[in-house]
């Protein structure tokens, strides 16, 4: 039996890291970080909206964004986007929509997404996407993508692979974010990638794995399984997702279940977690500064990101490697390689 | 024949070194520098109502701004607010007003003042000006006032006196804006003082000068005189006014008449001609940071100045001695040392 595929976009994080552009009100995924015109959460939709079609896209996201995300994504079905009443992690979420599409399709195959990452190379991310679904509509397996490995980042968790000639190779095992030291080892041998939090696997499998290695969530699940898809829904999902443990599916399952493949890829990904992150992905003038929004004038400034509203007028002297953002009448001033402290300011 | 006392305060300047806090459309003197609800205009007229009365008080300014003098002095007589149609520099400032009051009072004893000076020790600021007018009342002499010198400042013109007992000293020398060498030279040698283009004479005085050192200014306003105070006034003015040469009264007659005198004096003048010098005048926390208009979140940062917008949220990590200014959708971020650059980006 082969199903139709699908893609869960997960777009309910809090991110404060890139704080003021992102607020608690409105966080990464759903800011135009690039200044392009599109949301991160709009460029997500629109990668997957060449593989699959846009009804068989669903986004999962916090209650408090569902606006948001109607809002931004007017072409996802409304009772394809499902609110979360409370933040569990990765695992409930994964739980919650697959329970879901289940009812619809009991063979279905399912890509689940961050809302918040940077894809350059499209075509290349469509191809790599489009022969893990395969490959996971084949076989009781889990396929996640692996990212080559540019830098000894210790911000990542990195996936160890198992020496295969195939291009979806077998997992040897998960590894959490390292130190500097650690990172290093990884970068050196060549067999480990960055774990993107991009899962491609079928919902039987999905629902084997939460049975085997997650019975609480399953057992959640398995008690909201008549009200899904009615009037009911939404009140019973608001009683009983809190019983969820906060668990990412890393953790709950990736991390304990066999037939794990990794597809390693190298399409221009980048999380954008940070504005370290974002300022490496888009450097590329001489001077090495990055601004989005405004053309500022800068005199004797190198390394810089400058993201400002539209409209402003700027000017930069004697700046190196500072971020300089403002949002809704709030400017922050910052060495990038101090970003790590932005996290207190937006308190 | 003694007269009233009066006070003219010079308010046509157009700097644009406070950018982007001031801009051509309104200058520093319009501008509520401290933070304090006054701008420095109306600082300066607070500073003379202590001691003339308000009906005595003039203001020379430029057309474009006469409406923001009117409106931040409401208690200046309205044909006391003299519009220049052109800029000509001090001197044929002075003459117009001269002119002017000599023709309601021809014993007129009067104090000309820049209008964006701050003055910290307005008691001994007031002695300082009411002993320089009884000074000027009874002599035909000029007297100006010498700013003790705290440091080798090459920004100002400076005033050497001839040793004298008396508390105003004759003069010796007027001395153009030093080179570093030089202003360490006259700060040492103790008897030269800043100029701070503050003068008192008495309105004999005055023209008797002007006859003397700039008969072509003299001509212009003895042309318009039987105008003056008349419906016809400013219409003559803008057609003959620009035919003064632009010229400072320090240069076309203090550097050249006899009977100069100083008032060497130390009242907490400051001319806040640059932001460096606004800094210099107001840091006095640990951390040497200027924060005016909001209250910033500062972080590992020192020797800042912070010149924002009310309500705005601002948080400044790891800046060191840089100005940081806003003022209707324009912000400047620029070293305080390379602050002479800042002329460059108003334009």
Redesign the interface.
């Known amino acids: 039996m082969t199903g139709a595929n699908y893609v869960v976009i997960m777009a309910g994080g809090v991110g404060s890291r890139f704080w003021?552009m992102s607020t608690a009100e409105c966080p990464k995924q759903f800011i135009d970080v690039l200044g392009c015109g599109r949301t991160l959460l709009q460029m997500t939709f629109d990668r997957f909206a060449g593989i699959v079609p846009a009804e068989n896209i669903w986004v999962v996201t916090s209650k408090n964004y569902k606006g948001i995300v109607k809002s931004q994504l007017p072409d996802v079905t409304d009772s394809h986007i499902l609110a979360e009443p409370c933040m569990r992690n990765t695992a409930p979420c994964i739980a919650y929509v697959s329970w879901k599409i289940k009812k619809l399709d009991a063979a279905a195959n399912i890509v689940f997404s961050p809302s918040d990452h940077l894809v350059t190379d499209v075509p290349e991310f469509r191809r790599v996407i489009s022969r893990s679904l395969d490959f996971s509509a084949r076989l009781h397996a889990i396929v996640t993508l692996g990212m080559k490995v540019f830098r000894p980042e210790t911000g990542y968790g990195y996936i160890a692979v198992l020496p295969d000639e195939e291009e979806i190779k077998p997992v040897e095992a998960f590894k959490e974010k390292p130190n500097k030291e650690l990172a290093e080892k990884y970068m050196q041998s060549g067999n480990y990638y960055w774990n993107a939090g991009v899962f491609v696997w079928n919902v039987q499998t999905i629902e084997k794995s939460f049975r085997t290695y997650c019975p609480d969530i399953a057992s959640v699940f398995d008690r909201l399984d008549a009200v899904l898809g009615t009037d009911s829904e939404q009140e019973a999902v608001d009683r009983l997702f809190p019983e969820c443990p906060s668990i990412s599916v890393d953790y709950a399952i990736m991390e304990k279940a066999p037939d794990i493949y990794v597809f390693p890829a190298d399409f221009g990904w980048s999380d954008l977690g940070t504005w370290g992150s974002l300022h490496r992905q888009l450097a590329s003038a001489a001077d090495e500064n990055v601004c989005i929004g405004v053309q500022p004038?800068l005199?004797?400034s190198t390394g810089c990101i400058v993201h400002?509203p539209a409209?402003?007028?700027?000017?930069?002297?004697?700046?190196h490697n500072?971020i300089?953002a403002?949002k809704d009448?709030?400017?922050?001033?910052?060495?990038i390689e101090?970003e790590q402290?932005i996290k207190d300011?937006s308190k």
Request: hydrophobic share 40%; with cysteine.
């Open positions: 003021p004038t005199v004797d400002m409209g402003k007028k700027v000017v930069i002297e004697g700046l500072y300089v403002e009448n709030t400017l922050l001033i910052c060495r101090d402290q300011f």
